[in-house]
Structures are given as C-alpha cells and as structure tokens.
C-alpha cells in the first residue's frame, strides 16, 4: 500500500488560488476562444456555463473530497474507497495518465507561447504585422528544433517547482504569480473596451444565435472544455485536495475555483474578441487565433507591442501554473507508489514526457507529411485522445466512483454539505446526472465516428 502524503499546504488561501492556477491555464484563453468561436459564440456561451454549473461543480467538489478525506494521490485515493477485489481500484490510473498524456503536448504549446513572448519581450515583433503572421508561425514549428528547445524549456522549469515541494514550490508560486495574473487580465481588460470593436465583440460573446442549439457537437465541445478548462478528470484535484489539512471546509473552494475559471474565461474573451473585430479578423480561426491572427490585431493596435507582450506574459503565467500541476499528478504517483525520493521522481517522469512529447514537435516539421485522414496532426491527435475520449471517460467512471462505489454517508461526510439539500442534490447529481449525461455525450461521440 502507499504511503499518505508527506506535505500540505500552508494555508488555505495557499490552496485555493494553486487550483485556480490549475484550473486557469491554455484552456481559458486559447482553447475557450477558438472553440466559442466556432461553436456560435452567445449560444455556446450559455451551454458551457450550464456545464460548468451542473457537471463541473459537482465533480470538483468530489475530486476535493476524495483527496481530502484519504490524504493520497489521485491513484491511491481511488484504491482506497473501492473494495479489495473490486475492479474498480484500478480507475484512478487512468488520471495518472491521462494527466501525463495532457502535459506532454501541453508543453509543446507552452512552448510557442514563450516564443512569443520572447519576440514581443526583446522587440522582435514586427514581422508579425499583416500575412506575415501566419508565415511567421508556420516557419517557426517548420523548424525541427526550436520549438523542442521551447518545450523542454518549459518542463524544465515546470520539473523545478515541482522540485521545491508542494509548499516552498507549487503554493508559493502560485501565491505570487495568481495575483500578477488577475492583474494582467484586468488592464487587457480595460485596455480592450477602449477598442472600436468593443461592441461587436460583446455581441459575438454574449447574443445568443438559440440555432446552434440543435447541433449536438456544441454539447459535446462544451463539456469537453467545461471538463479541460476546470481541470477535472485528471486526477489533479484529487492530488491537491489530499494536500489539505482535514478541517478545510470544501464547497466554498469549489465553488470559487469554478467561477473564477469561468470568470476568467470570459475577460479572456473579452480582450480578444473586440480586438479582432475591431481589425475585421476572423475570430473562427481554430488552435493558430492566439499565434496568427492576435499578432496581426497587435500589429495594427497603438502600443500593440506592449499590449502583445503582456498578453504573452499572461498566457505564459497562466500555462505555467497548469503545468505544474499536471506535473504534480505522476510525481505524487511515483514517488508514493514506489517510494522514490521526489527528487528521482520528478527528473525521470520529466525526461520521459519530453520525449513523448517530441513527435508532437516534429508533426509541424520532419513528420509534416504524417496526417490523419481527418486532417490531423500528432498534437491534435494527441488532444482528441485526451481530451475527446479519455476525459469524458474517466468522468463517467469518476462519477460512479463517486456517486455509487464510495458508501453515501463517507461521502457526504468528506465533502462537509449537510446531509439534507445541499449534499442530497451533489449526491443525486453525481449518482444519475453525471453518469446519464456523459453517457449520452460519448454514446453520441461514438456514434458521429
Ligand atoms: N485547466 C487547464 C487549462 O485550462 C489545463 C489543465 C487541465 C490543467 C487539467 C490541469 C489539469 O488550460
């Protein structure tokens, strides 16, 4: 058996904003506005705060619980609420992996991000005005190398906080780099209402074009980036939760993780939707609007230099903070689980997950030619697998985890709801909506292959 955890977290306070640095990542700026953007926008809008209220919720207020209660990673809390022979010990592996298999292309992405923010930074921006945004990007992933300097960059870096421990590392740098964060965030902000495409921008995100309704994939796209974008599913929560003292009180955690995110994500809409129309750009522009069309809306923008480093500074806080604790999920793992010291931990799982992901490197130069039939590359690959099967997957196992296999009283005693309203609804959402929902999401996925 493993062992528990060795370390907590200093504060709650401590707690709290290293979730939401989690939560608040790649996600909620580059992912958020190419999938609003081609999903409809206001409608979307509307089914992913739904999403958020009724699935997220729920679920991240259990994974908390079920680290807390059990005080293990993500693998071992799971194995330790099922029965011994029961099949069901083995579910929270697939966090391990999965949370693996998200940060080996996750650093990939990171890493273009401080490329950018390197051009802007050192004033090497100008070749990014007009058409040569797109030949800028493409040439810089044609390059076989540096975008894997980019990418180990970031897990070195990501390996050395991890390195600290949970509070001299993960906590303390999201106690300082949270703050500057929401900082960033509100000048964009502001900076972006000043825009002539201010209310254009407002319309795209927020009137509801109700058609887009009968389209099933805008369900499936919103529960995808609903479950992405919290963090949810990867067995993170449940390693972060299992660094909390047993007298924190949960739900309040959840629920501020939970609108923080979403809030995030929609200031984050609001700096680049009216910029982009405010320069008669295409805000459907899938995974390349950050790195293609931004750049042009910069190009165009007085002080957009500035502004551009900033937003690149903000996107590379952001996606620090998740990739951390994407770390965290195998290190935890590793080192309970075969009583490695976390130093021998860190260094191998980081070695190893360069490597994996280096073919999504080279999809964009050596291996260019290698698509799939869909049109695929190794990332996107590797991002539908995470994302659009196995998340959705371990979700429906997490909730009957949750909701059936773990006794109802433990339970409900570990989220720390009172057993009447509060805990009845979160239990009956876990036990049937969850399982119904994403049963019907995946059924409906297979179906549309
Ligand atoms: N939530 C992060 C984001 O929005 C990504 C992430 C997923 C981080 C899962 C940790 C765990 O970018």
Redesign the pocket.
Known sequence: MTHPASEHWASRHGFVLASLG???????VW?FAYVAGENGGGAFLLVYIVMVVIVGLPLLLGEFALGRSTQRECAAAVHAVAAVSSPWRHVGLLGVFV?AL?LAY?AVIAGWVLRYLGLYASGHAASLAGPGARQAFDAYLADPLLPIVGQAVVLFLTAWVILRGVKRGIESLNLVLMPLLGLLLLVLAVHAATLPGWRAGLRFLFAPDWSVLSHPQVYLAALGQAF????LA?G?MITYGSYLAPDQPLPRAAVTVVAGDTLFALLAGLIIFPAVFSFGLDPAQGPGLAFVVLPQVFAQMQAGAWVGMMFFLLLSI?ALT?AV??LEVPVAWASQRFRLPRRTATLVLAALLLAAGIPASLGYSVWGDWVTSGGRRVLDLMDVVAVDMLLPLNGLLLSILLGWVWPREQALAATGLSPHAGGRLWHAALRYLLPGLMGTVMLTSLWRL
């Open positions: 989690s939560a608040v990542g790649l996600g909620n992912r949370s998200v996750y992405f974008s919290i963090g990867m993170v952001a998740s604790s994407l």
